[in-house]
């Protein structure tokens, strides 16, 4: 296959690497509006990147260890211990020692963090839905299976 960029006429500023970076800023930002708009989960103020870590341990019973987070959603160790810090102090993240290596910290959700991620996820939703509203089903799905591949060769 041919190279879609070349140097006479690639513009940084409209190649995929911006383009996806900015899109994912803008996302994130009406996400943070979002949640701090939402009557339910006004008071746990919970922001986009706290979103992202509570979507990420829904998805399982617990996570081994936060630098298991970390590459999964691709964050600084420093940040993510902070950030696991604040969703503790509001109650929706417990870590706890690993029975069978105590060096282990596994992760999970609480019952407060289990019952915020159904409208955390609603959420979501409603801004994913919002930013592909002039996109047809279709587009939506062949969108998704395009990054879905550009994830696959960046991985490679």
Do not use: W
């Not at 996302?27 to 939402?38: G, I, S, V």
């Not at 959420?123 to 550009?150: C, K, P, W, Y």
Request: glycine content about 6%; proline content about 3%.
């Amino acid at each position: 296959m041919a190279d879609v960029y070349s140097l006479d006429s690639f513009e940084p500023r409209q190649g995929l690497g911006h383009l996806i970076g900015r899109a994912r800023a803008q996302l994130l930002a009406l996400m943070d509006t979002a949640l701090t708009k939402d009557e339910f989960l006004g008071p746990l103020e919970v922001t986009s990147a706290q979103l992202i870590v509570i979507v990420n341990l829904a998805g399982r019973e617990c996570a081994t260890s936060a630098s298991e987070l970390c590459k999964g959603i691709s964050y600084d160790a420093g940040a993510m211990t902070r950030m696991l810090d604040r969703l503790e102090a509001k109650g929706l993240v417990r870590r706890t020692r690993s029975p069978d290596d105590r060096r282990l910290v596994n992760l999970e959700l609480t019952q407060a963090g289990k019952a915020a991620y159904p409208r955390l996820r609603e959420i979501s939703m409603r801004v994913l839905n919002h930013s592909l509203r002039d996109f047809t089903v279709a587009e939506a799905h062949q969108l998704e299976g395009l990054l879905q591949r550009v994830l696959r060769n960046v991985s490679n």
